[in-house]
């Protein structure tokens, strides 16, 4: 059985906008090469097409083919009502972070990576960095 982690929507990102010298991109290499599963919300598909829409180094049809991607090799959970006004009435400060949160604990993500740590203080699901996960088990 391999290891659930819940990616937020930055790791995306910074994967696809070359934001972090390819290390976002190495970590979902290795989560990929190793099997594990790899899990996003689909607000996060959203989210990620319209901020890599916007940028001027990507084309219409560059931010389809990462989109499909991650339809194809990704399960993509459903921010459903309930998950949503769960987050809106916790005690995350950011309800985009919340709604990653209560997206990962609804599945029983084993982890989440992420680039906004701070956004996950309140978090009971261990929580690390694309560049701690890289250094930790990768590099």
């Known amino acids: 059985m391999s290891l ?4 937020d929507t930055n790791i995306f990102l910074d994967a696809i906008l070359n934001r972090d010298n390819d290390i976002s991109k190495e970590v979902l290499f290795f989560l990929e090469q190793k099997n ?3 899990i996003l919300n689909n607000i996060s598909i959203i989210n990620i097409h319209y901020f890599a829409s916007k940028d001027k180094k990507m084309t219409n049809d560059m931010v389809k083919k990462h989109i499909n991607i991650f339809l ?4 993509i959970f459903s921010a459903e009502t309930e998950i949503l006004q769960t987050a ?3 005690n995350f400060d ?3 972070d919340g709604v990653q949160y209560f997206c ?6 084993d982890f989440i990576i992420t ?3 701070k956004g996950f203080l309140n978090s009971d699901i261990d929580v690390i960095t694309s560049k701690d ?7």
Do not use: P, R
């Open 104 to 109: 990962a604990k609804s599945i029983g993500a």
């Open 36 to 38: 594990f599963e790899i």
């Open 72 to 75: 194809d090799e990704y399960t």
């Open 4 to 7: 659930k982690v819940y990616v």
């Open 88 to 90: 809106l009435n916790s």
């Open 115 to 117: 680039n906004d740590k």
């Open 133 to 139: 996960f890289y250094n930790d088990y990768i590099h």
């Open 94 to 96: 950011d309800f985009e």
